[in-house]
């Protein structure tokens, strides 16, 4: 059972509930989840949180819960290397990246750097280097290891077990919203521009985006506002006020029969409760232009390929190369082919307060078959990254919440808009959530 870290934290001490974490952090559910961990320095933070309540000094944002790092965000005297051995005997980071220094500041305890798929690289969350977690969500209704989701896979397995309340992690095409759904978590995608990605190591410069795993809506908008330094303006919209539009070109493709069961459930329930849900069919979305990560991850690992490709995970080293090839001219004309198709479908969103979509088409599948085959990965992979990745590609913004029954694996509703327009994913996911939990 995991602790309750957010409505216990104003009945008990920050100490006692790192106690919690670092308890669950030692598990076996988490025997991969971690390349290393910060339980001394976390208990000197959460110590520290518990002075400043006695001398009745104002409480932080974060007050000494537990969060996770994902092995790509510079954590002063930590060795970043992104789930790589390549990496691995580069000096500690000199400093904090902002993303970190945020949530230092905001009293955050840094409990351990997360395992990840190498470099970011793979919405499946697999790492040949230092195992891949299984999923703690499925391991309750399947015997079989599941995959977690990724890139983010540690900081979502972390937050799912309880070692953590929330996980920082990135998101270029679903690294944040892709466990979240494989695991039954809430993943916020916010506008890329909106949190600093310097000092994290890079895999599409266009795309990243700096973003948490958390367990509720209410926790996703906190840790929002502590990674953007801003407060976001939230409406309180009630569902019977909301216009929301499920586009049916691409992201209804290919459901499995769990999916398509918990999305047209949870459609079903948003309607009785008085939401206007159109269906509409957003073209668009099938004339999506390539994707700008192979390119600039070229651009990044060139160097490095050159004389350690043999280091690499194989799979992640060919996805990579693919963008040797890409000339300065293609990659000029991608510009102008990614800004013209973003007018276009923001066109065809207008009058509606978001998009809905399953997060991903399929629940996580058996880990074993696609660590031993090529094919049966990158089949997955893709259809992982599939619906997440277009909102990357817009430029915009997106909420994975769960909304799966009981006893049925987990699977992610998402809510999503344009660029900027994150306040409004976030009320109106707040507004979802409630009614699909039976708050409202």
């Given at each position: 059972m995991t602790p309750d870290l957010t409505g216990s934290r104003d009945r008990t001490t920050a100490r006692a509930l790192l106690d919690a974490c670092i308890d669950a952090a030692r598990s076996d559910a988490n025997r991969h989840t971690f390349v290393s961990t910060s339980f001394s320095a976390a208990a000197t933070t959460a110590l520290a949180i518990d002075a400043r309540r006695a001398a009745g000094e104002p409480a932080l944002p974060l007050a000494g819960l537990a969060i996770s790092v994902k092995d790509l965000f510079d954590v002063r005297g930590e060795v970043t290397a992104?789930?790589?051995?390549?990496?691995?005997k580069n000096p500690p980071a000199a400093a904090d990246c902002p993303a970190v220094a945020r949530l230092r500041r905001a009293g955050a305890a840094f409990i351990a750097r997360t395992n990840m798929s190498e470099f970011a690289f793979s919405g499946v969350g697999i790492n040949p280097h230092f195992g891949t977690p299984a999923n703690p969500a499925t391991a309750k209704l399947d015997a079989e290891p599941r995959i977690p989701g990724g890139s983010t896979s540690g900081g979502a397995v972390s937050v799912a077990t309880?070692?953590?309340?929330?996980?920082?992690?990135?998101?270029?095409?679903?690294?944040?919203?892709?466990?979240?759904?494989?695991?039954?978590?809430?993943?916020?995608?916010?506008?890329?521009?909106?949190?600093?990605?310097?000092?994290?190591?890079?895999?599409?410069?266009?795309?990243d985006t700096a973003c948490a795993i958390t367990r509720s809506v209410r926790d996703a908008v906190l840790l929002h506002e502590v990674l953007a330094a801003r407060r976001v303006a939230l409406a309180g919209q009630p569902i019977a006020a909301l216009r929301l539009a499920v586009p049916a070109t691409v992201m209804l493709d290919a459901l499995d029969t769990s999916v398509a069961r918990a999305f047209e459930r949870a459609l079903a329930?948003?309607?009785?409760?008085?939401?206007?849900?159109?269906?509409?069919?957003?073209?668009?979305?099938?004339?999506?232009p390539p994707s700008f990560s192979p390119p600039e991850a070229w651009a990044w690992h060139r160097r490095l390929l050159a004389t350690r490709q043999a280091e690499y995970d194989p799979r992640v080293a060919m996805r990579i190369r693919r963008g040797e090839g890409v000339s300065a001219a293609d990659y000029i004309d991608l510009l102008h082919a990614r800004r013209a198709w973003i007018a276009r479908v923001e066109a065809a969103m207008t009058g509606f307060d978001a998009m809905l979509s399953p997060t991903v088409p399929i629940v996580a599948p058996p880990i074993a078959p696609l660590i031993a085959r090529d094919d049966a990965f990158f089949a997955t992979n893709a259809l992982l990254l599939r619906n997440p990745s277009l909102v990357n590609m817009l430029d915009g913004c997106a909420l994975s919440l769960?909304?799966?029954?009981d006893g049925e694996m987990p699977v992610g509703l998402m809510v999503w808009g344009g660029a900027l327009r994150d306040d409004s994913v976030l009320d109106v996911s707040l507004a979802i959530e409630a009614v699909l939990t039976g708050a409202a």
């Open positions: 992104a789930g790589s051995t390549v990496l691995a309880g070692a953590a309340w929330a996980a920082l992690g990135s998101d270029t095409g679903g690294s944040i919203r892709i466990p979240a759904a494989l695991q039954g978590l809430v993943g916020f995608k916010n506008t890329a521009r909106l949190t600093p990605t310097f000092g994290a190591i890079p895999l599409s410069t266009t795309l329930t948003l309607r009785a409760a008085g939401a206007q849900i159109d269906e509409i069919a957003l073209p668009a979305l099938a004339d999506v769960p909304c799966h029954a």
